[in-house]
């Protein structure tokens, strides 16, 4: 389509070219010859003969062209358009002050430069400035009704259980490049990758059967990695982004962009536990020091036992001695309590 649509391009610009020379021959020519039709399909097939080596250069440049245009939503090209008509306009301005100066040079190479930087320099701000340009007419508070999915918050899986609890409202979107990234992951050769990246796959479709409101939706900015590229889609929707990555989450909040941290939501509707208090809890595993044995909370809350190794797979009265909060979660160290 893009091949034949430049082949005709070039064929009347040829023409074109043709009919200019036959207004402008002045040696002798055959009256049988000598006139606009064969002139312009002449002047046709000479010029795509000769330039048709280039066609394949065009071809490359307007399919790259293509792919960031579609990289971009339909606001940013808008914006960006009314940048460089901007630019161009402010070349007429400037052209109607070299006319009135009586230097050949300046008169027609001036314009020809401004249009091309003022145009360059408009498209850029209109491109780059979207948002802010946005927030200049919509000082209305924001209603954060998208989600965007990170990879960690799709592979850790909770947000499936909070989705199905119906906590989660309005479209959510899964980033193509999200997608790319755990695709990437369920192919990796280390087995410990690839399980998470498979069990991210599987939470994609759960997430999808779910609720019609599971999108994917295909962008890509170049140039930028996975976190950023989700935080300027997060400000191009106007989206909240939910994860469980705490340097995500840090980022984000300095661009200003909502967060909804899966972590956080688990902390606040956990068991409210304190130092002292006891509780009945499953042993499953041995702890990372001798002699230290596990357990789990319902809310998933690491429980680690001193000298409780020797109690896996039973369940035992325990009492909270400390408590350490880290960004991931919590962890509960106990002690056998007394019953």
Not at 141 to 154: E, Y
Not at 222 to 227: A, F, I, M
Request: aromatic letters at 8%; one cysteine or more.
């Amino acid at each position: 389509m893009l091949r034949g649509l430049l082949t005709l391009v070039y064929f009347l610009t040829g023409v074109t070219l043709g009919i200019w020379c036959f207004h402008s021959t002045d040696f002798p020519v055959p009256s049988a010859i000598h006139n606009v039709f064969f002139y312009g399909a002449i002047g046709g097939v000479l010029f795509l003969a000769l330039t048709f080596w280039t066609m394949p250069y065009f071809v490359r440049g307007l399919k790259k062209v293509e792919r960031k245009l579609l990289s971009r939503n339909i606001t940013e090209i808008f914006f960006a358009t009314i940048g460089m008509l901007l630019g161009l306009l402010f070349t007429v301005f400037i052209t109607l002050l070299t006319n009135m100066l009586d230097i050949p040079v300046v008169r027609e190479v001036i314009p020809l430069i401004s249009a091309v930087v003022l145009g360059y320099l408009g498209y850029q701000l209109g491109l780059k400035k979207t948002t802010e340009i946005l927030e200049l007419f919509n000082r209305a508070p924001k209603n954060l009704t998208k989600k965007l999915l990170d990879t960690s918050a799709i592979i850790d899986g909770r947000v499936l259980d909070v989705l199905k609890s119906g906590f989660l409202e309005g479209e959510i979107i899964i980033p193509q490049f999200v997608l790319d990234e755990l695709q990437l992951i369920a192919d990796s050769t280390d087995h410990l990758k690839r399980d998470k990246g498979q069990h991210g796959l599987d939470i994609l479709n759960a997430l999808q059967k779910q609720s019609d409101a599971v999108k994917v939706k295909t962008v890509k900015y170049d140039k930028l990695d996975v976190d950023q590229q989700l935080i300027e889609l997060a400000k191009e929707e106007n989206a909240a982004i939910i994860t469980t990555d705490y340097n995500l989450n840090r980022v984000a909040q300095v661009h200003k962009v909502t967060v909804l941290n899966v972590n956080e939501l688990t902390e606040a509707v956990q068991l409210n536990i304190h130092q002292g208090d006891t509780f009945e809890i499953l042993i499953t595993k041995s702890g990372k020091e001798d002699n230290q044995g596990v357990g789990y909370l319902t809310d998933g809350t690491m429980v680690v036992l001193d000298s409780g190794e020797s109690f896996i797979n039973e369940t035992v009265l325990v009492e909270v001695t400390s408590i350490l909060q880290t960004h991931s979660g919590r962890i509960i160290f106990t002690k056998l309590g007394e019953k």
